[in-house]
């Protein structure tokens, strides 16, 4: 390139100068060398030559840098998931323990039929249906470490009736809803008929984002399943009239081992009340990521939440 500069005296010198693109096997420069010659003259074709070799290894030093600090952060979280992955690992396996004793031990007593007051026959049921409780949230608890750790899943695709696996699902919770004087509304008519999708991977989905809205929603509350249909999808959205999210809660909602900020305790004996592992919306996105649609989510603090995905309708 040739410019022109003003000299000390007024007049003016043409001076040349060499641009040399930073870039590293043909991918967009990273910036570019620019040398410029402080007398007159041309630059020599081996000083062309030098210009391009000298960019070309400082793109590569550049390049090398941005590798090495990507490769260490990479390796420091997963340092850090796999630190409480194992930490979560050991709490899960120390919390079976102990429901799996008690059921143990009531069934030796209903075996042996020493109980012979009807009270305590039913006292002991009762524990025995707490316990199977337990140990069937932390299988899912489980089931949600593995599908939050992976980036994909292998489903197996069929017909799923989708007011059927919204009635699913509020069975399932339905004990938990009563106990906590939460309503339950399902809005999904008979004509929203089928989506596409593996129905079981779908109820442990639509589990995970109603377990995370009993945990932050008050007792008394209301939480909302409703499925639309289009001419192509079908959308469903779970709201709820809980405490809603920040910003920033939104932007980590789907990090792993992300606990939400303290709710409201409820002042029923739930299982759901404390704040949980982390696990239950980054599996939800693996499984609805595996399903070939994202999990949208609406809200601000104090008013509620709102979780929305589509699926192709069939």
């Known amino acids: 390139r040739f410019f022109s500069q003003i000299d000390k005296?007024?007049?003016?010198?043409?001076?040349?100068?060499?641009?040399?693109?930073?870039?590293?096997?043909?991918?967009?420069?990273?910036?570019?060398?620019?040398?410029?010659?402080?007398?007159?003259?041309?630059?020599?074709?081996?000083?062309?030559?030098?210009?391009?070799?000298?960019?070309?290894?400082?793109?590569?030093?550049?390049?090398?840098?941005?590798?090495?600090?990507?490769?260490?952060?990479?390796?420091?979280?997963?340092?850090?998931?796999?630190?409480?992955?194992?930490?979560?690992?050991?709490?899960?396996?120390?919390?079976?323990?102990?429901?799996?004793?008690?059921?143990?031990?009531?069934?030796?007593?209903?075996?042996?039929?020493?109980?012979?007051?009807?009270?305590?026959?039913?006292?002991?049921?009762?524990?025995?249906?707490?316990?199977?409780?337990?140990?069937?949230?932390?299988?899912?608890d489980f089931r949600n470490l593995s599908f939050a750790t992976t980036t994909k899943l292998s489903i197996e695709t069929s017909r799923c009736q989708v007011e059927a696996l919204l009635s699913s699902v509020h069975a399932s919770f339905d004990p938990i809803l009563r106990e906590r004087d939460l309503s339950l509304h399902i809005e999904c008519s008979s004509t929203v008929g089928c989506c596409e999708g593996d129905a079981?991977?779908?109820?442990?989905?639509?589990?995970?984002?109603?377990?995370?809205?009993?945990?932050?929603?008050?007792?008394?509350?209301?939480?909302?399943?409703?499925?639309?249909?289009?001419?192509?999808?079908?959308?469903?959205?779970?709201?709820?009239?809980?405490?809603?999210?920040?910003?920033?809660?939104?932007?980590?909602?789907f990090d792993r081992f992300e606990q939400a900020s303290p709710v409201n305790p409820s002042v029923k004996p739930y299982s759901f009340k404390s704040q949980g592992l982390g696990l239950g919306l980054p599996a939800t996105r693996t499984i609805l990521h595996s399903h070939g649609t994202a999990l949208e989510i609406r809200s601000s603090e104090g008013k509620g939440a709102t979780f929305s995905f589509s699926l192709p309708a069939c």
């Open 9 to 140: 005296e007024g007049g003016f010198i043409t001076r040349t100068m060499v641009c040399a693109p930073l870039s590293v096997r043909e991918r967009s420069p990273l910036g570019a060398v620019q040398v410029l010659n402080k007398t007159t003259g041309l630059f020599e074709p081996e000083d062309l030559e030098f210009v391009v070799q000298f960019a070309n290894q400082v793109a590569l030093a550049i390049e090398n840098a941005q590798l090495y600090e990507a490769v260490t952060l990479r390796s420091h979280q997963l340092e850090m998931v796999n630190s409480k992955k194992n930490e979560i690992m050991d709490v899960l396996a120390s919390q079976l323990r102990e429901p799996v004793r008690s059921i143990g031990t009531s069934a030796e007593l209903l075996g042996s039929g020493a109980l012979n007051d009807g009270l305590m026959v039913e006292q002991t049921c009762l524990n025995l249906t707490t316990n199977v409780q337990r140990i069937s949230k932390l299988i899912a």
């Open 200 to 253: 079981n991977l779908l109820h442990t989905a639509l589990s995970n984002l109603m377990a995370n809205a009993i945990r932050n929603t008050p007792d008394g509350g209301s939480i909302t399943l409703r499925a639309l249909r289009s001419e192509t999808l079908i959308s469903i959205e779970l709201i709820d009239s809980g405490k809603g999210m920040s910003t920033n809660e939104i932007v980590h909602a």
